[in-house]
C-alpha cells in the first residue's frame, strides 16, 4: 500500500463506493490528494504525504491520553495510555471526575499497568498500557474527565514532571428516547409545516414565531401529537436574499426573521414604534408584503429588522434588576462563546458585505478579520458592542418566541410538540464556520453521487464537518448543536443522516468526489444521549444511497427510520401494504422536496420540470408522464386491496382527476401502518398541487418561498382539511 494510500486510509477516506446502479467506483489518487489537503495536511506532492503521514501515526503516540473516548452504558472503559518506554518505575497519577460529582483519584507505578501494544516512531519507543483496572467498572451516562500526569522517580529530592494528558470519557446509553416513552398511546400523527409559508391576518409577509403559536394551536385541538417544522436555522441578516433553510450560516442558532416584533415585551406600551408601524407608507409596505403570492423576504426585512433593532434599544434601556435583563444574561451564559462568536459573525458580515457585496464571504475579508481570536476582531468587537449586543438579543428574542409557540402548542393539546429539522451542514461562508474554521471544512463540500434523480450528482455547497477536528474537540461542537435543535422540540429528524457514518465529499478543485467516513458508533451513542437528556424522539432522513448495516444500527439505536408513500415500493414497482412498513418509522405522503399528494396526481411536478427545460430529450419527459400514470393505477390498486378506494373512483383507472377523498384514503393507507408517527405535510392538508422546493433549481422555480393557500384564522374550520386529516384520529397502537 503506497503513502497515499496508508494516509487516506487512516483519515477515512473510502477507496471506493457502489453507486445505485451498482457500479463500483474507485477514489482517484486527485481525489485522495485534494480531500487530505481539505482536511488540512499537505498533499500535493509524495514528499508532503510522507510528512503527513508520519504525522498521523505519531499522533496517537505523542500523547497519554486521545482526546475522547466514548463508551456504552454498562461497558466499562477501554482505555489505554501512551507512554514513552522506560518508565515502569515511574509513578501515574491519575484523577477522574464525574459529571457533576465529586473528583477521586489514585497513583499506581507505571509496571502495574499491563502492556497493550509497542511502537517506534522515528527512534524513540512507545508502550501503551491499558487503563482499565484504575477506572470504575460502570460509569453513569454522561460527560466525564480523566486527568494524569507521570512523575518520574530517580534520585533528585523532588520527582520530576513527566508526560501529562486528560481526556473526556463519555458514557451513553444504547438508544433513544421513543415514542412509546413520550405519549401513552405510543404513537403519535402530526402536520409538517414550512413556517415562512403561515399567513394570517397579522403576519409581516411570511410567517414567524406568532404565526407558529397560532397554528400549534388549531393542530392541538384538531388532535395532532406533533407540530413538524422545517429547518429554522440562522441566515444571513444582512443579505435576505439568501434564503434556503438547508444552507444555513449556523445550525445552533435561529434565523431572526422568525421573530414577531408585535409579540416582543417591550413592544409593550411602545407609541412612538406604533405610530412608525401606523404611518400610511409603511401601512402600504406592510400590505403590499402580506398579500403578495410570494415571500419577499427583503421586504420583509425592510420591514422588521428597523423595529427589531428599536425594540433592543428600549431592551436596553430597561434597568440591570427587570426579569428581562436577567432573562438575557442567562441565556447568554448558557449559550456561552458560541453565542457571542455568532452575533460578531453577524456584525461583521453586515459590515463587510454593506461595503462591498463582493465582500459576501468571509474567506474575502481582510486576512485580519478571517481570524476570530486577531486584535483587530476585538477591536471590531469593542467599537460595535452594540450592535453585537443586537445580534446577540434577537437570539435571545427568537429563542424565547420559539418557545413559548412550543408552549402553546402543549397547552392546546399536542401530546408530543414540535419535531425540528437539523440541516445535513453549513455554509462555507457562514458564521460556524468563520467561528471555528478547525471544525468546517474549507476546500470540499458536501453532495451526493450520481443517482436516478441526478445523473451528475449532486453538490450542495455545504461545508462538512472534519472528522479529524471533531474527536479532537471532543465532539463538543456536535454535542452543541444536538442541544441547540432539540430545544423546544420533542422530535428531531437529522436531514441525511447517513452523515452519521460518511459523507460524499466533492473536492472544490473540480476532482471526483468520494465518500469520507465519520465515527458513526461514536455519534450515534451521543445522539442516543442527548435524546434522553433532552427528552426527544429522533428520526433519521434515512433516504437515497444507504450503506449496508446502517439502518439495523439505527432501529438498535431507536432512531426512527423516514419513510415516505411515493418510494416504498415491492420488487414488482407496487405500493408497499400498510403492514410492511417498519413500527420502528416515521410515515408521510411527501416532502419538501418533493410533489404534495395533488401535485403528484396531477403531474404537476412534472410540467415544472418540462416548463424549466430539466429534461434531457423528449423520451425522458414521456417516460416521467408515462410511469406517473402506472404509479396512479398501481396506488388505486394498493388502496382497493386495502378496501380505501372512495367509492367516486369507480375503477382502477389512473387516469381520474384528483378528489380530496383520495387524499384522505391515501392517509387513511399510511395511518394503518405501524409506523410510530405519521406526517401529513400542510400542502396535503390542503389540497395544494405545489412544492416547497424543486431540487437542482435556484431562481427558476420560486423555492422557500411559496406561501399556503388559506390563512391560519380559516384553517380550523376547513373542512377539506378536516376530511383529509380526519383518518389519523384513529392511530392506536399495532
Known amino acids: 500500500m503506497s503513502d497515499l494510500d496508508r494516509l487516506a486510509d487512516l483519515l477515512g477516506l473510502e477507496p471506493h463506493y457502489h453507486d445505485i446502479w451498482g457500479n463500483r467506483r474507485e477514489t482517484s489518487a486527485a481525489t485522495k490528494r485534494a480531500l487530505i489537503a481539505a482536511m488540512g495536511l499537505p498533499a500535493a506532492t509524495d514528499e ?39 518508565l515502569d518505575d515511574a509513578l501515574l497519577v491519575w484523577e477522574l471526575t464525574p459529571e457533576g460529582g465529586t473528583a477521586q483519584g489514585g ?67 444504547d438508544r433513544c428516547v421513543t415514542v412509546e416513552e413520550m405519549v401513552p398511546a405510543g404513537r403519535s400523527w402530526g402536520i409538517g409545516l414550512q413556517v415562512y409559508s403561515l399567513r394570517s391576518e397579522h403576519d409581516w409577509g411570511m410567517g414567524d414565531f406568532g404565526d407558529l403559536a397560532g397554528f400549534a394551536e388549531v393542530a392541538g385541538r ?30 445552533q442558532f435561529l434565523n431572526i426573521l422568525y421573530i414577531d416584533p408585535a409579540s416582543v415585551p417591550e413592544f409593550a406600551g411602545a407609541d412612538d414604534l406604533r405610530a412608525r408601524i401606523g404611518d400610511p407608507d409603511f401601512q402600504a409596505a406592510l400590505a403590499a408584503a402580506r398579500q403578495a403570492e410570494l415571500v419577499d423576504y427583503p421586504a420583509v426585512a425592510a420591514l422588521k429588522l428597523p423595529l427589531l433593532e428599536a425594540l433592543h434599544t428600549r431592551f436596553r434601556s430597561l434597568s440591570d434588576d427587570h426579569p428581562r435583563k436577567a432573562a438575557y444574561a442567562a441565556f447568554r451564559q448558557e449559550m456561552g462563546a458560541a453565542l457571542d462568536r455568532h452575533a460578531l ?22 486576512a485580519a478579520f478571517q481570524d476570530p481570536l486577531s486584535a483587530e476582531v476585538a477591536t471590531f468587537a469593542a467599537e460595535h458592542a452594540d450592535r453585537v449586543d443586537f445580534f446577540a438579543w434577537a437570539q435571545f428574542e427568537a429563542d424565547r418566541q420559539l418557545g413559548e409557540a412550543a408552549a402553546r402548542g402543549r397547552s392546546a393539546g399536542l401530546g408530543m410538540g ?146 415516505v408513500l411515493y418510494f416504498e415500493r415491492t420488487a414488482d414497482g407496487g405500493f408497499k401494504s400498510p403492514g410492511e412498513y417498519p413500527a420502528g418509522s416515521m410515515a408521510t405522503v411527501s416532502t419538501h422536496d418533493l410533489a404534495p399528494f395533488k401535485g403528484f396526481w396531477t403531474g404537476r411536478d412534472l410540467d415544472w420540470r418540462q416548463r424549466l427545460g430539466l429534461y434531457p430529450d423528449d423520451a425522458s419527459r414521456d417516460k ?74 435556484v431562481d427558476q422555480h420560486p423555492n422557500w418561498r411559496r406561501r399556503l393557500p388559506r390563512k391560519l384564522e380559516d384553517l380550523a374550520d376547513d373542512d377539506e382539511l378536516r376530511s383529509i386529516i380526519a383518518p389519523m384520529m384513529g392511530i392506536t397502537p399495532h
Open 418 to 563: 414540535f419535531y425540528r429539522d437539523l440541516a445535513v451542514a453549513a455554509h462555507p461562508g457562514g458564521g460556524s464556520a468563520w467561528a471555528d474554521p478547525s471544525m468546517l471544512v474549507q476546500g470540499a463540500n458536501v453532495g451526493a453521487p450520481p443517482d436516478q434523480f441526478n445523473m451528475n450528482g449532486q453538490n450542495w455547497g455545504l461545508a462538512p464537518l472534519s472528522p479529524l477536528g471533531l474527536r479532537e474537540s471532543a465532539y463538543r461542537p456536535f454535542i452543541e448543536l444536538l442541544r441547540a435543535n432539540m430545544r423546544h422540540a420533542a422530535a428531531l429528524r437529522i436531514d441525511h443522516v447517513m452523515a452519521l457514518q460518511h459523507l460524499f465529499w466533492i473536492p472544490e478543485d473540480g476532482s471526483p468526489g468520494a465518500y469520507v467516513a465519520y465515527p458513526f458508533h461514536d455519534m450515534l451513542r451521543i445522539v442516543a444521549l442527548e435524546s434522553r437528556r433532552n427528552r426527544c424522539v429522533v428520526i433519521g432522513e434515512d433516504l437515497g444511497t444507504v450503506p449496508d448495516g446502517f439502518r439495523p444500527a439505527l432501529e438498535q439505536a431507536g432512531i426512527l427510520s423516514y419513510r
Open 624 to 697: 416521467d408522464r408515462w410511469d406517473r400514470g402506472v404509479d396512479r393505477w398501481r396506488l388505486l390498486q394498493a388502496l382497493s386491496r386495502e378496501g380505501l378506494r372512495p367509492d367516486c373512483y369507480p375503477t382502477e383507472d389512473g387516469d381520474q382527476p384528483f378528489g380530496v377523498e383520495l387524499s384522505a384514503a391515501v392517509h387513511a393507507y399510511l395511518a394503518r401502518t405501524p409506523s410510530r408517527i405519521v406526517m401529513v405535510q400542510i400542502e396535503d392538508a390542503l389540497a395544494d398541487d405545489e412544492q416547497p422546493n424543486l431540487p437542482g433549481t
Open 345 to 366: 459573525f453577524d456584525a461583521l458580515h453586515e459590515h463587510f458585505f454593506r461595503q462591498d457585496s463582493s465582500q459576501w464571504m468571509w474567506r474575502s475579508w481582510p
Open 107 to 173: 497513583r499506581i507505578t507505571v509496571r502495574e499497568l499491563p502492556v497493550t501494544d509497542r511502537a517506534t516512531l522515528d527512534g524513540a519507543a512507545y508502550e501503551r498500557r491499558a487503563l482499565g483496572a484504575l477506572l470504575p467498572v460502570s460509569l453513569p451516562i454522561g460527560y466525564h474527565r480523566l486527568d494524569l500526569h507521570v512523575e518520574a522517580v530517580g534520585g533528585a529530592a523532588e520527582p520530576s514532571a513527566g508526560p501529562s494528558g486528560s481526556t473526556t470519557l463519555i458514557v451513553a446509553p
Open 222 to 251: 384538531l388532535g395532532a401529537g406533533l407540530v413538524g417544522l422545517n429547518p429554522l436555522h440562522a441566515l444571513f441578516p444582512a443579505d435576505p436574499n439568501h434564503i434556503g433553510p438547508y444552507s444555513p450560516s449556523s445550525r
Open 48 to 86: 508532503q504525504v510522507a510528512n503527513s503521514l508520519r504525522t498521523v501515526e505519531r499522533h496517537s503516540w505523542s500523547r497519554p491520553l486521545p482526546a475522547v473516548l466514548v463508551a456504552g452504558e454498562g461497558q466499562g472503559i477501554d482505555l489505554g495510555v501512551a507512554l514513552p518506554a522506560g
